[in-house]
């Protein structure tokens, strides 16, 4: 039985655009599993309401239903050894290490670059929830928190010099080969890529190297969603 995927969509079902379910989609693909995605939007809690929580990504494996990215990854590698995604202890701190850095760094520019977009690209029934709970949370309007995006792309660009030095050294941020580390790190660039034609990188940056060579993986899979 093939693995089913529960991932966000927007309008367009072929939209999917959320950052941990990207690191789940390359996940499966580094392993080589065979799956199927099922599109889920903002306000239908209760089709994942088995999995014991609320957002997505939520993996189903033969009747199991498991949530949470790191939870699945750490789920796929027991489940199904082969092509492990953390190289040994020290790549699952490494990867861990990775995860807090994105989600603490840079995800907060990307909201202020982005979320105004996400909205537009959204389903009509999430629109009135996404609005509210995102404005409860910033304490102002969508139009007021991106309206100096120039400038968290700025913030976002200095934010990428580790990651920008560690790629002059290596190919990919596990290393030679793409792990677990370089899908956290890709789903927040292409989180950008799917919900905006907003660039957030030059074509100089070696960043946008990378993120080229990890559009290119297992067969230019991520290239085929929609973008922009």
Same mark, same amino acid.
Do not use: M, N
């Given at each position: 039985m093939a693995l089913v995927l529960y991932d966000l969509a927007g309008a367009d079902e072929g939209r999917r655009f959320s950052p941990y379910c990207w690191r789940i989609h390359l996940a499966l693909k580094h392993k080589g599993l065979a799956f199927q995605t099922r599109p889920w939007r903002f306000t239908e809690k209760e089709a994942i309401a088995a999995s014991g929580g609320q957002t997505v990504p939520v993996l189903e494996d033969g009747g199991r239903m498991v949530s949470d990215s790191w939870t699945i990854a750490e789920f796929l590698d027991a489940h199904h050894p082969q092509r492990p995604l953390f190289a040994g202890q020290a790549g699952w701190q490494h990867a861990r290490l990775t995860k807090h850095w994105v989600e603490a760094t840079l995800f907060p520019h990307l909201l202020r670059m982005l979320v105004k977009d996400i909205h537009e690209r959204i389903a009509e029934k999430d629109k009135a929830y996404? #609005?509210?709970?995102? &404005?409860?949370?910033?304490?102002?309007?969508? *139009?007021?928190?991106? +309206? %100096?995006?120039?400038?968290?792309?700025?913030?976002?660009?200095?934010?990428?010099?580790?990651?920008? #030095?560690?790629?002059? &050294?290596?190919?990919?941020?596990?290393?030679? *080969?793409?792990?677990? +580390? %370089?899908?956290?790190?890709?789903?927040?660039?292409?989180?950008?890529?799917?919900?905006?034609?907003?660039?957030?990188?030059? &074509?100089?940056?070696?960043?946008?190297?990378?993120r080229e060579r990890m559009l290119d993986l297992y067969q230019g899979y991520a290239r085929g969603f929609p973008a922009g």
């Open positions: 996404f #609005r509210a709970s995102r &404005e409860k949370r910033f304490g102002q309007t969508l *139009e007021a928190y991106v +309206a %100096d995006r120039d400038t968290a792309r700025d913030q976002f660009r200095v934010a990428l010099t580790p990651l920008r #030095r560690l790629l002059a &050294e290596q190919p990919h941020v596990a290393g030679a *080969e793409p792990g677990y +580390a %370089d899908y956290i790190v890709f789903g927040a660039f292409q989180w950008a890529r799917c919900v905006s034609a907003y660039p957030v990188l030059t &074509e100089q940056d070696e960043v946008s190297a990378w």
